[in-house]
């Protein structure tokens, strides 16, 4: 029952992510005065669909000089890693039970930074390590500022379990009692995610298409749904960490819904923020904010034990 659970879970990530494909097509397109795509079935509703049979149908084309292996497994890798981040899910039927769940997150998020950096150098293209190396700093100083925001709720509520989100916030939200570090967790899962408008690693003027310009085919699909698995999950995780989730099942599913029309809405509406600035923002304005909430935190629990 358990392998049954986890590969019915894996099925609704999968399928979630396709329909956030189509999702975000249509709000560009509304964004841009476009319909976005409306001819592949009702509404457009099977185009995910067919872009999936075109991408993994077509030949992938393999650089003569990349490393083979390497090259080959980095988008599966970046795929696998993105897919079990899932497990830390704080089910509160015990399909998975995780006690170290932040500490498991934080070892998938640093991981996944290893598919991206060898994906990079293992095509032998000077545009996709560059990019590869642009996303190695920006995911690294991001990360960061994430662990210490973490790292001060982990003192809050004395434990590494994600359910326990959900007990301490019965009465106040956390979004209330800490908005600066909601605002930044937003903002630092828009760099963690490589999205617009810090998409520095896929930028398109410069990089032509950053660490993945040499993938084609399946390889490209399994770093596209990786990416887009990575959303969902943070989407998630933001509704759990600042809401709790005492929330009804529709409203629940409402408010990651909206956090992810967030993710597509800052793509439609923002330009590219320049690269200097995006460090300078992380290093000197999200990590003091951060630290600050930190040291406040664990003063606030030394007085109440104590």
């Known amino acids: 029952m358990y392998y049954i659970d986890l590969l019915i879970l894996i099925l609704f990530v999968v399928l979630s992510v396709v329909f956030l494909t189509l999702f975000e097509r249509k709000v560009l397109g509304y964004i841009q005065y476009r319909s976005g795509p409306n001819k592949v079935g009702y509404l457009g509703i099977f185009q995910p669909f067919s872009d999936a049979i075109k991408l993994f149908s077509s030949e992938q084309m393999i650089p003569y000089m990349s490393n083979f292996l390497v090259y080959f497994f980095c988008p599966i890798f970046s795929f696998f890693i993105s897919l079990i981040v899932w497990l830390v899910f704080p089910f509160l039927i015990n399909v998975v039970d995780f006690n170290f769940g932040i500490l498991f997150f934080l070892c998938c998020t640093s991981l996944s930074v290893y598919g991206i950096m060898v994906s990079g150098w293992s095509s032998c293209s000077f545009y996709s390590l560059l990019g590869g190396l642009r996303a190695v700093a920006q995911t690294i100083s991001y990360e960061v500022s994430l662990s210490m925001i973490l790292l001060s709720f982990i003192f809050l509520i004395s434990s590494y379990s994600f359910i326990d989100f959900y007990y301490f916030q019965y009465y106040v939200w956390f979004f209330f009692l800490a908005f600066p570090l909601a605002m930044c967790w937003g903002s630092s899962c828009l760099a963690e995610t490589n999205r617009s408008p810090y998409d ?71 330009p590219r923020y320049r690269y200097d600035k995006l460090m300078y923002m992380c290093w000197s304005g999200y990590l003091p904010v951060s630290l600050n909430y930190f040291i406040f935190f664990l003063g606030f629990k030394c007085l109440i034990i104590y």
Do not use: H, P, Q
């Open 200 to 270: 520095f690693a896929e930028g398109e003027s410069e990089l032509v298409s950053g660490f993945n310009v040499e993938y084609s085919s399946s390889g490209f699909a399994y770093i596209f749904l990786g990416e887009y698995c990575k959303i969902i999950f943070m989407s998630v995780l933001y509704v759990i960490i600042f809401f709790g989730w005492d929330l009804d099942f529709y409203l629940f599913f409402f408010s990651v819904s909206f956090i992810c029309f967030f993710f597509i809405w800052v793509r439609g509406t923002l």
